[in-house]
């Protein structure tokens, strides 16, 4: 199963190494998502993480930093507004299974939220999980499941056909002091998340 890990909304201190290490370390995307950022934080994350890794980068918008970064991915909640790129990934999310017949030109969709939201209160799932093993059948789009995931919903995620999960309310719990990594817990994530990922 592949594994993504989307950014908490506030920034990090020393946020470019943290991506990088994550990246060398079993995580196969990461997901920018900074809604309140400025200009210069985000051109500075960006330019801090080595050209080698942009290819499994996706931003969260804006999409204004596309061309200057021509491998990172890109993702547009609207898949009704979003233009294709060629040569990189574009992604979108859905929340209702009757969208699925709607998508275009998109290599990823997150699905949310498959379990009830980890890190926003009273984020339900409203999803059938029956008709979740079946909706990979679409067409050939890497579905990702999100919301609510934790290491122990790796399983259950893979009996409904995903094999792709993208985490953020969970693994970033307890990881977190005023903006710093704790990497003895980070770590320990990372270990428990490589050995069930290897194991289904």
Same mark, same amino acid.
């Given at each position: 199963?592949?594994?993504?890990? /989307?950014?908490?909304?506030?920034?990090?201190?020393?946020?470019?190494?943290?991506?990088?290490?994550?990246?060398?370390?079993?995580?196969?995307?990461?997901?920018?998502?900074?809604?309140?950022?400025?200009?210069?934080?985000?051109?500075?994350?960006?330019?801090?993480?080595?050209?080698?890794?942009?290819?499994?980068?996706?931003?969260?918008?804006?999409?204004?930093?596309?061309?200057?970064?021509?491998?990172?991915?890109?993702?547009?909640?609207?898949? !009704?507004?979003?233009?294709?790129?060629?040569?990189?990934?574009?992604?979108?999310?859905?929340?209702?299974?009757?969208?699925?017949?709607?998508?275009?030109?998109?290599?990823?969709?997150?699905?949310?939220?498959?379990?009830?939201?980890?890190?926003?209160?009273?984020?339900?799932?409203?999803?059938? @999980?029956?008709?979740?093993?079946?909706?990979?059948?679409?067409?050939? /789009?890497?579905?990702?499941?999100?919301?609510?995931?934790?290491?122990?919903?790796?399983?259950?995620?893979?009996?409904? +056909?995903? @094999?792709?999960?993208?985490?953020?309310?969970?693994?970033?719990?307890?990881?977190?002091?005023?903006?710093?990594?704790?990497?003895?817990?980070?770590? !320990? !994530?990372?270990?428990?998340? +490589?050995?069930? @990922?290897?194991?289904?």
């Amino acid at each position: 199963m592949k594994l993504s890990v /989307i950014t908490p909304t506030f920034w990090l201190k020393d946020e470019a190494d943290i991506i990088v290490y994550l990246l060398d370390n079993g995580i196969d995307y990461i997901r920018i998502r900074k809604p309140f950022h400025k200009a210069y934080d985000m051109e500075n994350l960006l330019s801090n993480i080595p050209e080698e890794k942009h290819s499994r980068l996706i931003i969260h918008k804006p999409l204004k930093y596309i061309h200057q970064y021509p491998m990172i991915g890109i993702h547009h909640p609207d898949h !009704k507004t979003l233009t294709p790129f060629h040569d990189r990934i574009c992604s979108t999310t859905m929340h209702h299974e009757k969208e699925t017949n709607k998508l275009n030109a998109v290599d990823q969709v997150l699905i949310s939220p498959i379990f009830d939201s980890i890190s926003k209160t009273g984020y339900l799932s409203a999803w059938d @999980k029956d008709r979740l093993k079946i909706i990979h059948q679409y067409n050939e /789009i890497d579905w990702i499941a999100l919301g609510g995931v934790s290491t122990q919903r790796l399983p259950e995620l893979a009996a409904m +056909n995903f @094999k792709h999960a993208a985490l953020m309310g969970y693994f970033w719990k307890q990881t977190i002091h005023n903006e710093t990594i704790d990497y003895t817990i980070l770590d !320990k !994530k990372l270990v428990e998340l +490589n050995r069930i @990922k290897n194991e289904i």
